[in-house]
């Protein structure tokens, strides 16, 4: 086959533009850090970087989610703490106003002390974090307990639906706990927490022994319920933890392997790169010797 001086020059100057091609590459890649730019680049690169970006978006969204429900969690394990206390300190003033050497009026300052702690568990019940209810189910919006201008509570209406929120694919936990067993109690059982209070400070506005002795019982029953409802939620809290720990592996994994489909070793580019250019060089010294010398270069 006859090789021409045109051929030379053309197929010297393809090459040397497929060299230009492969120097930009090179530097895209060093520049950005990825191994393509755009899907036409490498689409297989492109289709498995989109699945695996999906799934680390996913994972954050849980981890988002698995906060939301820390924030339940906690605050509701705080009220509950702060209602034991003050049933606690309740039945303690129960007992001593049950002792016989009490008179009315030694009873009638603890039922004032009583009232007090009263107000104090309505407003627990009441309890707001960042404009939600926690302790009214899914009814977040309203109080479950309403009160006049004198602090006599006027409506009981707790929601008792669970707040469930998803925490991983197909997982979903229950962020709240049920404030019926908490506030209002079993009525089979325990009756209204509020009734019995009432009750209790009734019993010492109107010296009844017998019945302070009588609220004794009720004020353990219900300071067992929420004891009970505080082990549910410390046993969902432990759950929560393992999730999270398992989340947080999830991502981990994820990142690193999205990270090998997209990202660029280096050294191995810049190696590369250097390699390129030599040989880019290379192809220009002597290209410039094989292109047919003009007729200025013989006048020279």
């Known amino acids: 086959m006859r090789i021409t001086q045109g051929m030379l020059s053309n197929n010297m100057l393809r090459n040397l533009s497929n060299s230009y091609s492969r120097l930009d590459t090179l530097m895209n890649q060093l520049s950005t850090g990825k191994k393509i730019n755009l899907p036409s680049d490498d689409p297989v690169i492109a ?3 989109m699945g695996y970006r999906s799934q680390v978006t996913e994972v954050e969204q849980f981890m988002r989610n698995t906060s939301e429900v820390h924030n339940w969690m906690d605050n509701s394990d705080a009220a509950l703490d702060k209602a034991t206390k003050a049933l606690q300190k ?3 003033l129960a007992v001593q106003a049950s002792n016989d050497t009490y008179d009315e009026e030694e009873r009638k300052n603890i039922m004032e002390e009583a009232e007090q702690l009263k107000q104090h568990l309505i407003d627990i019940a009441n309890t707001n974090v960042n404009g939600k209810y926690i302790f009214n189910g899914t009814n977040t919006e309203n109080p479950p307990i309403t009160t006049d201008e ?4 006027t409506q009981i209406a707790i929601n008792s639906d669970p707040v469930m929120i998803e925490v991983a694919n197909g997982t979903k936990l229950q962020a709240n706990v049920d404030a019926g067993s908490v506030f209002k109690g079993d009525p089979n059982v325990s009756g209204d927490l509020f009734g019995e ?3 209790f400070i009734n019993a010492l506005g109107s010296n009844d022994q017998a019945a302070i002795e ?3 019982g009720t004020l353990d029953e219900n300071i067992n319920n929420v004891i009970n409802t505080r082990a549910d939620l410390g046993a969902r809290m432990n759950r929560l933890e393992l999730v999270e720990n398992r989340l947080s592996e999830q991502e981990v994994i994820a990142k690193r392997t999205m990270s090998e489909n997209e990202d660029i070793d280096y050294e191995k580019v810049i190696t590369e790169l250097i390699t390129q250019e030599s040989i880019h060089r290379a192809a220009l010294s002597a290209g410039s010797r094989i292109i047919q010398p003009t007729l200025l270069d013989f006048l020279r």
């Open 150 to 153: 004198n602090g006599t509570i």
């Open 197 to 199: 209070i009432d009750s």
């Open 90 to 92: 309740l039945r303690d």
């Open 47 to 49: 289709m498995k970087g």
């Open 214 to 216: 009588q609220s004794i």
